[in-house]
Nanobody, 124 residues
Framework: QVQLVESGGGLVQAGDSLRLSCAVS????????MAWFRQAPGKRREFVAA????????KYADSVKGRFTISRDSAKNTVHLQMNSLKTEDTAVYYC?????????????????WGQGTQVTVSS
């Protein structure tokens, strides 16, 4: 059974940092593009960051560029999202996702596997 399990969310103040983790199991994700998306209440799920299977390519939404860093540890089958200088508008449920076609896409529909999400709340 394929599973993606996110952790590391929580309640923080603006300016603080958080590190999200996604543990994957059930199949090898070493050739997949891995990504983070987020969804705020009443809004559509949106792209945050992606990393290619080779780890040489990363991509970020303009809203998080320079503040967030995505990384992966293929040996441990984990993906991380380091979030610095958090803002209230970063409040959302954050989802880990995997694309076995390694499309390096920003679109929700490109990703076959999803975690259950972890809540990040940033207070002012």
């Amino acid at each position: 059974q394929v599973q993606l399990v996110e952790s590391g969310g929580g309640l923080v103040q603006a300016g603080d940092s958080l590190r999200l983790s996604c543990a994957v199991s059930g199949r090898s994700f070493n050739r997949d593009t891995m990504a983070w998306f987020r969804q705020a209440p009443g809004k559509r799920r949106e792209f945050v960051a992606a990393i290619s299977w080779s780890r040489t390519n990363t991509k970020y939404a303009d809203s998080v560029k320079g503040r967030f860093t995505i990384s992966r540890d293929s040996a441990k089958n984990t993906v991380h999202l380091q979030m610095n200088s958090l803002k209230t508008e970063d409040t959302a449920v954050y989802y880990c996702a995997a694309d076995p076609r390694n499309g390096f896409s920003v679109y929700v529909a490109s990703y076959d596997y999803w975690g259950q999400g972890t809540q990040v709340t940033v207070s002012s």
